[in-house]
C-alpha cells in the first residue's frame, strides 16, 4: 500500500524548504476550478493545476493556469519525447507517485522529486496570489506566483498549455 500525504505534510515541506505559501482549508471539496475561485472568493485564473505526466515513463508534473488544456505536443517537444510516449498518469499512479490524490495534488512536497515544468504565462500572473492544489481535497495552497517559481526551480515553457 502507498503511503497516502495530505496538506499536514505539505505544511511540512513548506516549512523544511521555507517556502512563503498557506494551506487554506476550505468547508467542501471543490471539484472544478470555478468552484475553487467561488468557494475562496477569487478569480478562476488565478487557479493553477499540477498534472502528472509520463513521459518514456518517467514522471513529469506539468504547471499550468487551471483553465488551461495542457498542450501535448509542445511538451513532448520540450521533453524531447515523441507526443505517443506521452500519457497522463492515472490516479492510481499519481497517488502512487505523488501520495497524493488527484485533485488534491500540490506543485512540491511530493513523496519522491519529480520533474517539474510551468507554463510561462503562470509566471505572468497579474495577481498577488494564485492557488494550487493543498494536499486535500477541500484544501488549496495559497501562494504569490514568483514565490511558486523560486520554490520548484522549475523549466518555464512557452506555450505549455491554451485556453
Do not use: C
Not at 467542501?28 to 518514456?56: N, Y
Amino acid at each position: 500500500m502507498e503511503k497516502t500525504l495530505n496538506s499536514r505534510d505539505l505544511a511540512r515541506f513548506m516549512e523544511n524548504e521555507g517556502i512563503a505559501a498557506v494551506i487554506v482549508h476550505l468547508d467542501a471539496p471543490t471539484k472544478t476550478v470555478t468552484d475553487a475561485a467561488a468557494a475562496l472568493g477569487a478569480r478562476p485564473e488565478q487557479i493553477v493545476k499540477s498534472v502528472l505526466f509520463l513521459a518514456d515513463g518517467e514522471p513529469v508534473l506539468a504547471v499550468a493556469n487551471g483553465l488551461s488544456r495542457i498542450r501535448y505536443k509542445v511538451l513532448a517537444d520540450f521533453l524531447g519525447v515523441s507526443r505517443r510516449r506521452l500519457k497522463m498518469a492515472d490516479a492510481a499512479q499519481a497517488l502512487a507517485i505523488t501520495g497524493y490524490v488527484v485533485g488534491s495534488v500540490p506543485p512540491f512536497g511530493h513523496l519522491q522529486p519529480i520533474r517539474t515544468v510551468v507554463d510561462t504565462a503562470v509566471a505572468q500572473l497579474p495577481h498577488a496570489h494564485i492557488y494550487a492544489g493543498g494536499g486535500e481535497t477541500n484544501a488549496l495552497l495559497q501562494i504569490a506566483p514568483a514565490e511558486l517559481l523560486r520554490a520548484l526551480g522549475a523549466a518555464a515553457v512557452e506555450g505549455l498549455s491554451a485556453a
